[in-house]
């Protein structure tokens, strides 16, 4: 059956000598395998460039029930993102992103809202200059609110310790490895109120920002099973301090 959707790339890998294999977030197929084949041959169709890590595609695609690779008949990028293929910043973003992504996302179910808030992610990504330093942490804590375990809003001067494991702000610290302390959970608070790409209004050091990034994937390992190692995280941390 042929479908018309939207779709954002997270992760392409080389099947033989010129085909990909593609994983494509969608709306209302959720996760998806494409093989597309011939990519890397002069004459074709489709654009390696078109399957890059964020690439935002309208596309016709085959689709079969419990098969495992769909194709793909028909592809366009609506909204090109040249800033995210070419700055080195937003490139280590994406790569880091899609690959939280695609151990979140592992299944077909079709997650709408979330499709909504990523693809919506994505624009501002391309667009923005300035708040890129917290943007991956403020994506991932929002991104929590369509996954069911977005953090508590109970933060207090009384209830000022985040809990990784209760996903909710403590008087005291139970459990340090899954507890944050009052100046990160404080921190924590603050950017859950903002938006990817907004402005938090509040200096934030290197080491700090590593401190919540390491604490929000560990967030994502507790709360989702079979949660893997980012192996991108290095590569990101390199790049931005």
Do not use: W
């Not at 990817?196 to 200096?203: D, R, S």
């Amino acid at each position: 059956m042929l479908h018309t959707t939207e779709g954002i790339v997270l992760h392409s890998l080389k099947y033989g000598d010129t085909s990909l294999v593609v994983r494509i977030l969608t709306p209302k197929l959720g996760m998806q395998s494409y093989l597309v084949q011939g990519v890397r041959k002069s004459k074709s169709r489709f654009r390696a460039s078109h399957f890059q890590p964020f690439t935002l595609v309208e596309m016709v695609a085959y689709h079969k029930e419990k098969s495992g690779l769909q194709r793909i008949k028909e592809l366009r990028c609506p909204h090109p993102t040249p800033g995210i293929q070419t700055d080195i910043r937003k490139t280590s973003l994406a790569i880091f992103l899609c690959e939280i992504l695609s151990h979140t996302f592992r299944h077909q179910e079709p997650q709408p809202e979330a499709f909504r808030f990523i693809h919506q992610a994505v624009l501002t990504l391309e667009q923005e200059q300035e708040n890129l330093a917290t943007f991956h942490i403020v994506f991932l804590l929002q991104l929590s609110r369509y996954l069911g375990f977005f953090p508590g809003k109970n933060y207090s001067e009384q209830y000022c310790f985040f809990s990784l494991t209760e996903g909710l702000y403590q008087s005291s610290i139970d459990n340090a490895s899954h507890c944050l302390g009052k100046e990160e959970s404080y921190l924590l608070y603050h950017l859950t109120g903002i938006q990817p790409g907004e402005n938090p209004h509040i200096k934030i050091s290197a080491a700090l920002r590593k401190i919540l990034l390491h604490k929000t994937i560990d967030y994502y390992r507790l709360h989702l099973d079979g949660f893997k190692e980012i192996k991108s995280l290095p590569t990101l941390e390199v790049v931005f301090g």
